[in-house]
């Protein structure tokens, strides 16, 4: 079985400011590590996904997390944040399995409340 | 391209009552999910459908929950008796068959009173 960890419930930044979300899994297979975001009583939205390949994975809007295996951690950063941007985010977690891949596993989530 | 589509977006009941979640997928999506979130929490997985097949079931709690996709396509997950820890988020998701990435609907708040 998978398990994420996303290590804090709230984060507090000021615009402009660089962030990190931090996201460490558990598991014994391989797996695929996704980041999606919620909006206030929206639902989830697909943020950036490691499938494969290159560690280091980007979003449309400023986001990028890396892949590290040997930490087993997929943190999320963006260098330069905006108000736009407070909403909480959910690491979540899929093990590669023979049939092909098993269901996510979500972290409980982390607020991030950016002000000016 | 439509998203996932769920209604109803919001839903007050008392305890004791039932209550009925519906959700249309992304067009072509033949794997269906339902996830509960509970407050300050991630979602968690109900029930995953394959087509019209339910082949991940165990952990939905069966003696309250049901849910059906008779035609492959649309989706209702009911909840009867509701009782007051059933106060959560009910989201439905759908992808690709034996893709990986996952969509989300709205999702539907319910509160029981």
């Known amino acids: 079985a998978q398990s994420v960890t996303q290590l804090d419930s709230q984060v507090p930044v000021f615009e402009e400011a660089p962030v990190e979300l931090r996201c460490n899994y558990s598991?014994?297979?391989?797996?695929?590590l996704f980041w999606y975001v919620q909006y206030p009583n929206q639902g989830l939205q697909l943020l950036l996904k490691?499938?494969?390949?290159?560690?280091l994975v980007e979003s449309i809007n400023g986001f990028e997390a890396e892949f590290n295996k040997s930490q087993t951690s997929f943190h999320l950063r963006k260098p330069s944040v905006h108000i736009s941007d407070t909403a909480e985010y959910f690491c979540?977690?899929?093990?590669?399995?023979?049939?092909?891949?098993?269901?996510?596993?979500f972290g409980k989530g982390t607020m991030l409340l950016v002000s000016p | 391209e439509a998203g996932v589509v769920q209604s109803p977006r919001y839903k007050i009941i008392e305890k004791k009552q039932p209550v009925a979640f519906w959700c249309n997928p992304i067009?072509?999506?033949?794997?269906l999910y339902w996830y509960r979130q509970n407050l300050g929490q991630g979602p968690e997985l109900l029930i995953r459908?394959?087509?019209?097949?339910?082949?991940?079931d165990s952990q939905l709690p069966k003696d309250r929950f049901s849910a059906e996709r008779l035609k492959g396509v649309d989706s209702t997950l009911k909840i009867q008796p509701a009782e007051l820890g059933d106060s959560a988020v009910y989201l439905c998701?759908?992808?690709?068959?034996?893709?990986?990435?996952?969509?989300f609907g709205p999702g539907t708040r319910l509160l029981v009173l």
């Open positions: 067009s072509g999506h033949n794997t």
């Open positions: 490691y499938l494969s390949g290159s560690t």
């Open positions: 979540a977690v899929s093990a590669q399995t023979n049939s092909g891949y098993s269901t996510l596993t």
């Open positions: 598991s014994s297979v391989s797996v695929y």
């Open positions: 998701a759908s992808s690709l068959l034996n893709r990986e990435t996952q969509y």
């Open positions: 459908y394959e087509n019209e097949e339910a082949v991940d």
